[in-house]
């Protein structure tokens, strides 16, 4: 399978290099080379992040024609109506975690839920997934690794926050690395599917 998967890379339409680094062990242990791709992904404004990622996904390919993997995520506070939610990059440029902390001083009900969805083109597959992880916010900022809300974030099953966790242990509670693991692994499936076809071809 490995063979089959590396025929082709993988542009992952990013240039974050936290989210890539996320990414690149979950991609080689199932056998696919991905390769960060910054600078064509394309920012709608929608309340969805299916909507946001699947249309960011096909604006790429239009250009690169080549396989690429998009990822949109957001970040879910239950006290606050679902805020920031699919406006999360935005919110931490501008209010950061220091302003979200602040909407929430005094709130004790502190559930979240961080939510990711990839759009994987791999043609002729389009495959979406999604990727959730529940969890509270943290009273305070704690960690120095990991970005965007990672040291206020601390997932179910856990007392550190993502910032306090490496990649590998980050990578076992991630909205992003759940919903990128279930796209690849479809897509590993399908290609192994289209190769016993051939071989079983008279």
């Known amino acids: 399978m490995k063979d089959i998967a590396n025929q082709y890379e993988i542009l992952f339409i990013t240039g974050n290099k936290h989210k890539y680094s996320e990414v690149l062990p979950i991609a080689d242990r199932l056998g696919f080379r991905i390769l960060m791709k910054p600078g064509y992904k394309l920012e709608i404004q ?32 239950d006290a606050l109506n679902g805020f920031p939610g699919p406006y999360s990059s935005y919110v931490f440029k501008t209010l950061g975690c220091d302003g979200i902390l602040k909407l929430m001083t005094g709130i004790t009900t502190r559930n979240a839920v961080f939510r990711s969805v990839v759009t994987l083109i ?21 960690g120095e690794r990991g970005f965007g809300f990672d040291p206020i974030f601390v997932p179910e099953r856990d007392n550190r926050t993502f910032a306090e966790m490496s990649i590998e242990e980050k990578n076992r509670y991630s909205h992003r690395a759940k919903a990128v693991r279930k796209a690849l692994q479809k897509l590993k499936k399908l290609l192994e599917q289209i190769s016993d076809i051939n071989l079983n071809a008279p």
């Open 46 to 77: 929608s309340n969805k992040l299916e909507e946001i990622s699947l249309t960011a996904a096909l604006e790429a390919y239009k250009y690169l024609k080549k396989p690429l993997m998009v990822e949109d995520a957001g970040l879910f506070i």
């Open 122 to 142: 791999y043609p002729p597959f389009i495959i979406v997934e999604q990727g959730v992880c529940p969890g509270t916010i943290a009273s305070e900022k704690r």
